[in-house]
T-cell receptor
Framework: SQQGEEDPQALSIQEGENATMNCSYK?????LQWYRQNSGRGLVHLIL?????REKHSGRLRVTLDTSKKSSSLLITASRAADTASYFC???????????FGQGTRLTINP | GAVVSQHPSWVICKSGTSVKIECRSL??????MFWYRQFPKQSLMLMAT?????????EQGVEKDKFLINHASLTLSTLTVTSAHPEDSSFYIC?????????????FGPGTRLTVT
């Protein structure tokens, strides 16, 4: 079953702008991960943040985690047309292996 | 590194037939693999956890007799959709964690699009 809610469900911005996506979850987690999926393709791992971390950066990506609010955000700075994709957060519950995915955000970057 | 492949990438079959989908870890060993189903414009729903050398663990609501999983080696898991019906048409994706890297990160196959006519 899906654990998380993501918002917005769809986001359309101009190239060069920043895109922010949010994810909420319900249970205690070991870590939270963000994945990207281009249409009709498999998923690509973007970044993992552990439950004892609050912020993490990777290139143009910035992820925050607030375990007290059970929420995370993904910020993509200086967006590019190639960033157009669906973005999913996924959590790993404490003591488990499997990923539980959020509903995803469909991001469109307009040239 | 850490590549996962799936075969076939797409398949069309007639209602009532069975279809086998393969998931392979190409450059690492995977004692555990996961199978997901994804309907258009929706998220991934975990179907089952495939365990090498033992029975798969199915998620609630997934029929184990309809979706047969075999994890016969450390690099191969197969999902067989038996007696397929049009409602089984979906995008099936597998993933595997690379324990050699000591990470919870999972590597996903490119997916298999199944269309049942």
């Amino acid at each position: 079953s899906q654990q998380g809610e993501e918002d917005p469900q769809a986001l359309s911005i101009q190239e060069g702008e920043n895109a922010t996506m949010n994810c909420s979850y319900k249970t205690s987690i070991n870590n939270l991960q963000w994945y990207r999926q281009n249409s009709g393709r498999g998923l690509v791992h973007l970044i993992l943040i552990r439950s004892n971390e609050r912020e993490k950066h990777s290139g143009r990506l910035r992820v925050t985690l607030d375990t007290s609010k059970k929420s995370s955000s993904l910020l993509i700075t200086a967006s590019r047309a190639a960033d157009t994709a669906s973005y999913f957060c996924a959590t790993v519950k404490t003591g488990a292996q499997k990923l539980v995915f959020g509903q995803g955000t469909r991001l469109t970057i307009n040239p | 590194g850490a590549v996962v492949s799936q075969h076939p990438s797409w398949v069309i079959c007639k209602s009532g037939t069975s279809v086998k989908i393969e998931c392979r870890s190409l450059d690492f060993q995977a004692t555990t693999m996961f199978w997901y189903r994804q309907f258009p414009k929706q998220s991934l729903m975990l179907m089952a956890t495939s365990n090498e050398g033992s029975k798969a663990t199915y998620e609630q609501g997934v029929e184990k007799d309809k979706f047969l999983i075999n994890h016969a080696s450390l690099t191969l898991s197969t999902l067989t959709v038996t007696s397929a019906h049009p409602e089984d048409s979906s995008f099936y994706i597998c993933s595997a964690p690379n324990r050699d890297r000591g990470s919870y990160e999972q590597y996903f196959g490119p997916g298999t699009r199944l269309t049942v006519t």
